[in-house]
């Protein structure tokens, strides 16, 4: 089952816009950067096979002005006796290699 984001929001969060109440949090906590995420799809596809499928989209935001510095999207169809959660973490895996933070060492 898919949920639309806006149908699913409380009245507190509506009210403190997109990303308000997280860029509040973010900001209680002095953090400088908030990573903010959404699962398009997360299922098992309903053809023979039954192969798990992942679609997601990160958002790297500046803490203090709330401007997204980047965003980028990755999806993914595990196969043979692939899991829902291996096909995720590839996914998300996949986005953390294109963030672009500088020098920072990758595994």
Same mark, same amino acid.
């Given at each position: 089952?898919?949920?639309e984001a806006s149908l699913v929001k409380g009245r507190e969060e509506k009210a403190a816009g997109?990303?308000? =109440?997280?860029?509040?949090?973010a900001r209680s906590v002095n953090a400088t950067h908030l990573l903010l995420g959404t699962v398009?799809?997360?299922?098992?596809?309903?053809?023979?096979?039954?192969?798990?499928?992942?679609? =997601?989209? =990160?958002?790297?935001?500046?803490?203090?002005?709330?401007?997204?510095?980047?965003?980028?999207?990755?999806?993914?169809?595990?196969?043979?006796?692939?899991?829902?959660?291996?096909?995720?973490?590839?996914?998300?895996?996949? =986005?953390?290699?294109?963030?672009?933070?500088?020098?920072?060492?990758?595994?």
């Amino acid at each position: 089952m898919q949920k639309e984001a806006s149908l699913v929001k409380g009245r507190e969060e509506k009210a403190a816009g997109g990303d308000g =109440l997280y860029l509040e949090a973010a900001r209680s906590v002095n953090a400088t950067h908030l990573l903010l995420g959404t699962v398009h799809e997360y299922r098992y596809k309903t053809d023979l096979d039954g192969y798990p499928a992942v679609g =997601l989209t =990160l958002r790297l935001v500046d803490a203090t002005t709330g401007v997204t510095l980047w965003q980028g999207s990755s999806a993914r169809v595990g196969v043979f006796f692939a899991s829902l959660t291996t096909t995720s973490q590839r996914a998300v895996r996949d =986005l953390d290699r294109r963030i672009p933070l500088g020098s920072r060492p990758r595994p």
